[in-house]
């Protein structure tokens, strides 16, 4: 992106690549690495908990039930989030505060969320913890919501490729970065949710205060929103434009879900099915590795999707290569055969990430109810598929039947993006 575009430019530009035309003002650079500080810190709360933090913990307050009482936590913040961010995405687009309506609700997205996250780890039973995780959860649906909108709200679509890869590099730069803290850095239970709680509460503040929401804009939706309300029915999109956008939804909670299926219980495949000693520093290796894989997937997805606007095509790859990713883990369990399957999911799923918010934002049936269109969306992609598989797979059979049941699963998700015909 180059600093001298201006809005006549890049809608010709969009309308060259197969874009409609679209006036926004092309953002900068400095917006882009902004909003990625803010996801930064949107997936270190969110990932991190999912991924280790929550594994760890269960680990400590039950080992007995360790496995039971983890997927019960992971299952209740879904749940909360499932019930939350449709309710939370209906308050978002009808407020109209003076500092904007998407940066208010993320900034207090962002406390919510971190101050009971910083005590998690000091709690000694498992239904203190679910309560403030609770709390956490809520925090969580503020910020996804209001960060979500903003691509809809701000970014030209020639450039929301961009703006999804700023979404999802983040979160596996989080996911490193934090799994490095706690189990290098921070490695006591109590400070690690402490510290994690403060990086994410101070990584956004550069982005939230230092650029403004384009009030106007807000305002004029808001005015959309009062007339919608004495007349509900007068300018409302037919059913059938909520079609592409239901399957949109349907790909990307099956690919997420999948996803998790095979990535939450990774700590316990690697000691328990392949007995490592070290499991905890093979996780991060294994993390180090994803990490590379995704980065570099992400950033090209980001720019082959906005250049090509090959929406649909790429979200299959990247959900055959992370089937393939499990697989590898179901039918050959070993430590290379685990590395293999890192660089393939790390691929797959930054390929993905770069891809997938794009394709959700070109999909949007009226611009009047954004927050609470994606609000649903994300709802649903927390609904708790993947801790069910998980708990009922390891309880009835064993390692091998859970990664091949999350292959399946994403590979339903790659299949399902084929149905939306209004984007390529």
Same mark, same amino acid.
């Given at each position: 992106?180059?600093?001298?575009?201006?809005?006549?430019?890049?809608?010709?530009?969009?309308?060259?690549?197969?874009?409609? $035309?679209?006036?926004?003002?092309?953002?900068?650079?400095?917006?882009?690495?902004?909003?990625?500080?803010?996801?930064?810190?949107?997936?270190?709360?969110?990932?991190?908990?999912?991924?280790?933090?929550?594994?760890?913990?269960?680990?400590?307050?039950?080992?007995?039930?360790?496995?039971?009482?983890?997927?019960?936590?992971?299952?209740?913040?879904?749940?909360?989030?499932?019930?939350?961010?449709?309710?939370?995405?209906?308050?978002?687009?009808?407020?109209?505060?003076?500092?904007?309506?998407?940066?208010?609700?993320?900034?207090?997205?962002?406390?919510? $969320?971190?101050?009971?996250?910083?005590?998690?780890?000091?709690?000694?039973?498992?239904?203190?913890?679910?309560?403030?995780?609770?709390?956490?959860?809520?925090?969580?649906?503020?910020?996804?919501?209001?960060?979500?909108?903003?691509?809809?709200?701000?970014?030209?679509?020639?450039?929301?490729?961009?703006?999804?890869?700023?979404?999802?590099?983040?979160?596996?730069?989080?996911?490193?970065?934090?799994?490095?803290?706690?189990?290098?850095?921070?490695?006591?239970?109590?400070?690690?949710?402490?510290?994690?709680?403060?990086?994410?509460?101070?990584?956004?503040?550069?982005?939230?205060?230092?650029?403004?929401?384009?009030?106007?804009?807000?305002?004029?939706?808001?005015?959309?929103?009062?007339?919608?309300?004495?007349?509900?029915?007068?300018?409302?999109?037919?059913?059938?434009?909520?079609?592409?956008?239901?399957?949109?939804?349907?790909?990307?909670?099956?690919?997420?879900?999948?996803?998790?299926?095979?990535?939450?219980?990774?700590?316990?495949?690697?000691?328990?099915?392949?007995?490592?000693?070290?499991?905890?520093?093979?996780?991060?290796?294994?993390?180090?590795?994803?990490?590379?894989?995704?980065?570099?997937?992400?950033?090209?997805?980001?720019?082959?999707?906005?250049?090509?606007?090959?929406?649909?095509?790429?979200?299959?790859?990247?959900?055959?290569?992370?089937?393939?990713?499990?697989?590898?883990?179901?039918?050959?369990?070993?430590?290379?055969?685990?590395?293999? $399957?890192?660089?393939?999911?790390?691929?797959?799923?930054?390929?993905?990430?770069?891809?997938?918010?794009?394709?959700?934002?070109?999909?949007?049936?009226?611009?009047?109810?954004?927050?609470?269109?994606?609000?649903?969306?994300?709802?649903?992609?927390?609904?708790?598929?993947?801790?069910?598989?998980?708990?009922?797979?390891?309880?009835?059979?064993?390692?091998?039947?859970?990664?091949?049941?999350?292959?399946?699963?994403?590979?339903?998700?790659?299949?399902?993006?084929?149905?939306?015909?209004?984007?390529?």
């Amino acid at each position: 992106m180059t600093h001298d575009l201006t809005p006549a430019t890049l809608a010709a530009e969009a309308a060259g690549r197969g874009f409609s $035309a679209d006036a926004r003002t092309p953002l900068s650079r400095w917006w882009f690495i902004g909003f990625g500080g803010a996801w930064f810190a949107f997936w270190l709360l969110m990932m991190l908990p999912g991924q280790y933090l929550i594994v760890k913990l269960a680990s400590i307050l039950d080992p007995a039930e360790k496995v039971g009482v983890g997927s019960f936590l992971i299952a209740e913040t879904g749940v909360v989030v499932l019930l939350a961010v449709p309710v939370i995405g209906w308050l978002c687009d009808r407020s109209n505060p003076r500092f904007g309506r998407r940066r208010s609700w993320a900034l207090g997205g962002f406390v919510v $969320a971190s101050v009971p996250f910083a005590l998690v780890g000091a709690q000694v039973s498992w239904q203190s913890a679910a309560v403030l995780l609770g709390v956490v959860a809520l925090g969580q649906s503020a910020v996804l919501v209001s960060l979500s909108a903003m691509i809809a709200d701000q970014v030209p679509i020639a450039q929301r490729g961009r703006a999804s890869a700023a979404m999802g590099i983040p979160q596996v730069i989080a996911l490193a970065g934090g799994m490095l803290i706690v189990t290098e850095l921070v490695t006591d239970v109590a400070w690690s949710w402490a510290v994690i709680a403060m990086i994410a509460l101070a990584a956004p503040l550069p982005f939230l205060l230092g650029f403004r929401e384009p009030v106007a804009r807000a305002r004029a939706e808001t005015d959309g929103h009062e007339a919608a309300l004495t007349a509900p029915r007068r300018g409302r999109p037919p059913l059938a434009a909520y079609r592409d956008f239901g399957w949109v939804t349907v790909s990307r909670v099956l690919v997420n879900a999948g996803n998790l299926v095979g990535t939450t219980y990774l700590l316990f495949f690697l000691s328990d099915a392949l007995g490592l000693p070290d499991a905890e520093g093979a996780l991060m290796s294994l993390i180090l590795v994803y990490l590379v894989a995704s980065g570099l997937a992400s950033w090209a997805g980001g720019r082959l999707t906005d250049r090509f606007r090959s929406r649909r095509v790429l979200v299959a790859i990247s959900a055959g290569l992370q089937a393939a990713a499990a697989l590898v883990l179901a039918f050959v369990p070993s430590w290379p055969a685990s590395i293999v $399957a890192a660089v393939l999911l790390g691929l797959g799923y930054g390929l993905f990430l770069a891809v997938d918010q794009a394709l959700l934002t070109d999909v949007l049936p009226d611009e009047r109810t954004r927050a609470r269109d994606l609000g649903i969306v994300n709802a649903i992609q927390h609904l708790p598929i993947a801790p069910l598989i998980g708990w009922a797979a390891l309880a009835a059979a064993g390692f091998s039947e859970l990664y091949v049941a999350a292959a399946v699963v994403i590979l339903l998700g790659g299949l399902a993006v084929f149905r939306v015909r209004s984007v390529r």
